[in-house]
């Protein structure tokens, strides 16, 4: 049986997450958020005071990333992760582990060891991958690619608007530094760079809200798939 593929890449806060969870429903779909995998294992190298040695502690590095005790649980609502059996769903979305992802989202070594592991997540009937260069790079012949963007000041306000909603006290100069040189990093790393897929179908969501997005979406997967 063939496993159709969804894929979903854009930058921070452009709202990838929130749009693939409601693909993955709509089609009744598995969910690969990858930006939480490699949110994840900065988390774990920081827990254990490596992030900082990643060019001298390699190998541990690369053995904890090959053998991350995750799990993604879908509830009503959303989705929760779990690191080590520990509900780290919103730690990980913070702007500071955001920051590690980026990090070891730039080492080869890294994110070859959790490209396997985002292979396996492609399962019947289907697949809707969410990340920086899942049509690019891990999922070249999926069915639909889809890059979501924004601009860089709409997409701090819903950063803000989330983390204050988390009960964070954050500045939207900050945040919206914090995204420029994140896109920046994303943009310049030598490894899977951040861009569209030639053949991708790019949305700009700065003036459209989740419901014009999502119909953008399925009007385009919908005609994808039928292929």
């Known amino acids: 049986m063939t496993v159709q593929i969804i894929t979903i890449d854009g930058p921070s806060g452009s709202g990838k997450g929130t749009l693939a969870a409601k693909l ?8 690969l958020d990858s930006g939480a995998l490699y949110r994840l294992l900065g988390l774990s190298l920081q827990q254990r005071d490596l992030l900082e040695y990643l060019d001298t502690k390699m ?50 070594e890294l994110r070859a060891a959790l490209v396997e592991r985002q292979y396996a997540f492609a399962q019947a009937p289907g697949l809707v991958a969410d990340g920086r260069d899942m049509a690019t790079t891990i999922f070249p012949n999926a069915q639909a690619k889809i890059y979501l963007t924004a ?31 994140r896109d920046k990093r994303d943009m310049e790393r030598t490894v899977a760079p951040l ?33």
């Not at 955001?98 to 080492?107: D, L, R, T």
């Not at 306000?157 to 983390?163: C, D, N, P, S, T």
């Not at 988390?166 to 945040?175: A, E, F």
């Open 151 to 181: 601009s860089a000041e709409s997409r701090a306000q819903r950063r803000v608007k989330q983390l204050q909603g988390m009960g964070l006290d954050v500045k939207m100069n900050d945040i919206l530094a914090n995204i420029i040189a």
């Open 24 to 31: 993955a429903e709509h089609y009744q779909f598995h969910l």
């Open 195 to 227: 861009k569209p897929a030639i053949d991708a179908y790019i949305i700009d969501s700065s003036m459209l809200n989740i419901d014009e997005v999502f119909k953008l979406m399925t009007t385009y997967v919908d005609q994808q798939l039928a292929k």
């Open 59 to 108: 190998p541990n590095c690369v053995e904890i990333a090959s053998n991350l005790d995750i799990q993604f649980i879908t509830t009503g609502n959303g989705i929760q992760v779990l690191l080590d059996c520990e509900d780290v769903s919103q730690t990980i979305r913070t702007e500071r582990v955001g920051e590690f992802a980026s990090k070891v989202a730039a080492i080869p």
